[in-house]
């Protein structure tokens, strides 16, 4: 009885150690999916990250190009207002000139 009994206890230590060992190898796996969950987690911050740099990026280029087209504004406008004058200067330029022929 006390063989029998003994071996009783080495089949429970056996499988309290195979259960131990399938206890370490869950944990390790689990640990292993944590890990590449993080790594998967730090990807999508990095892409975030380049998306909302992409996006500031874009939102300059866009700023540059309305500058861009103000200052062409203003440009045409001063060279419309440059002609206008010079339009003005040549009038009153004939104008003196036919008063005086005029005198």
Not at 54 to 73: F, K, N, P, Q
Request: no cysteine.
């Amino acid at each position: 009885a006390a063989v029998e009994g003994l071996g009783e206890a080495e089949r429970d230590d056996a499988a309290d150690a195979a259960s131990r060992a399938a206890a370490e190898r869950d944990i390790a796996v689990s640990e292993r999916y944590a890990a590449a969950a993080e790594r998967d987690a730090a990807i999508a911050d990095r892409e975030r990250t380049a998306t909302d740099r992409d996006a500031a990026v874009e939102g300059l280029y866009a700023a540059a190009a309305e500058r861009y087209a103000v200052a062409t504004a203003l440009n045409e406008r001063t060279e419309a207002l440059a002609a206008e004058r010079a339009a003005r200067t040549a009038a009153d330029a004939d104008s003196a000139r036919l008063r005086a022929a005029a005198e």
